[in-house]
């Protein structure tokens, strides 16, 4: 449970998972939806990331679901202890669940993290991970967004984390909590990814990346405010910086500094 309090609130979790599609699932589009599960006769609220990136295989999705993987040796990789879809997801729920397919000709293959499970005398201790529903059995408006294509879906079915006391707590009162957390997330997003909202990223040069909240596109939120009249571009001098941390390619070396102001 430790693993669970690693100082992520709820917008900087979705951040994390969100910048996870991007970097590993290299995405198109990503959805969040925030919304009540019919599933097995409970009315329970849920959260899911699903996004039509290229997905994974059985090998990749048990190795990406145990904690402390080996990640990806990419250069936008920024995951670098294989903790960040795990740590991010349990901060908010007892229970992930991924589902993910690489090969259109094959089917999703669905993976589970139950804490409730691990932390019971029925795991013996030992960290397991567990067959998961097949992924028909997930909520119709997360598969149906990529259930012809290639990609991920991340489902997070025990809010009891980030809501204490879920279970009695009543209707109106969780939706005024996923009122709010769902506020404060399309902010965050609309900022910090705000580059690939508009298509403006160093790395991914003229790719523009699709973020939904519930069906809602968000839309770039500048933070140097360069929409506005005011706000004039200023070009430093050239600097030379001294890294710590030793380049092998020249040209990935380089850093451009740039202010805005009056």
């Given at each position: 449970?430790?693993?669970?309090?690693?100082?992520?609130?709820?917008?900087?979790?979705?951040?994390?998972?969100?910048?996870?599609?991007?970097?590993?699932?290299?995405?198109?589009?990503?959805?969040?939806?925030?919304?009540?599960?019919?599933?097995?006769?409970?009315?329970?609220?849920?959260?899911?990331?699903?996004?039509?990136?290229?997905?994974?295989?059985?090998?990749?999705?048990?190795?990406?679901?145990?904690?402390?993987?080996?990640?990806?040796?990419?250069?936008?990789?920024?995951?670098?202890?294989?903790?960040?879809?795990?740590?991010?997801?349990?901060?908010?729920?007892?229970?992930?669940?991924?589902?993910?397919?690489?090969?259109?000709?094959?089917s999703f293959e669905t993976r589970t993290w139950d804490l409730n499970f691990l932390r019971s005398k029925q795991a013996a201790g030992k960290w397991l991970i567990l067959n998961a529903p097949p992924f028909e059995n997930l909520p119709e408006k997360c598969k149906s967004l990529i259930q012809?294509?290639?990609?991920?879906?991340?489902?997070?079915?025990?809010?009891?984390?980030?809501?204490?006391?879920?279970?009695?707590?009543?209707?109106?009162?969780?939706?005024?909590?996923?009122?709010?957390?769902?506020?404060?997330?399309?902010?965050?997003?609309?900022?910090?990814?705000?580059?690939?909202?508009?298509?403006?990223?160093?790395?991914?040069?003229?790719?523009?990346?699709?973020?939904?909240?519930?069906?809602?596109?968000?839309?770039?939120?500048?933070?140097?405010?360069?929409?506005?009249?005011?706000?004039?571009?200023?070009?430093?001098?050239?600097?030379?910086?001294?890294?710590?941390?030793?380049?092998?390619?020249?040209?990935?070396?380089?850093?451009?500094?740039?202010?805005?102001?009056?």
């Open positions: 449970t430790s693993l669970q309090d690693f100082g992520y609130n709820f917008e900087k979790a979705i951040a994390d998972l969100v910048d996870n599609s991007i970097s590993h699932g290299k995405a198109n589009n990503i959805w969040i939806e925030i919304d009540y599960s019919n599933l097995e006769g409970t009315n329970m609220p849920f959260v899911s990331v699903i996004d039509d990136g290229i997905g994974m295989n059985l090998e990749e999705l048990e190795r990406a679901i145990v904690y402390g993987s080996e990640s990806h040796d990419e250069k936008l990789n920024l995951g670098r202890f294989g903790l960040g879809m795990n740590t991010a997801s349990t901060s908010i729920s007892n229970v992930l669940t991924v589902s993910s397919r690489k090969n259109l000709q094959k012809n294509g290639t990609g991920t879906i991340i489902y997070l079915s025990d809010l009891s984390k980030m809501i204490p006391k879920l279970a009695s707590t009543p209707t109106y009162n969780i939706n005024q909590i996923l009122a709010a957390k769902k506020k404060h997330l399309i902010f965050h997003l609309e900022m910090v990814f705000h580059r690939f909202l508009s298509g403006t990223t160093i790395f991914f040069p003229k790719k523009k990346i699709n973020i939904f909240v519930n069906g809602v596109v968000l839309n770039p939120w500048d933070p140097f405010a360069r929409w506005h009249q005011a706000s004039r571009h200023h070009k430093l001098d050239e600097q030379e910086l001294v890294l710590e941390h030793e380049i092998e390619d020249e040209q990935d070396g380089r850093i451009s500094l740039s202010y805005y102001g009056k």
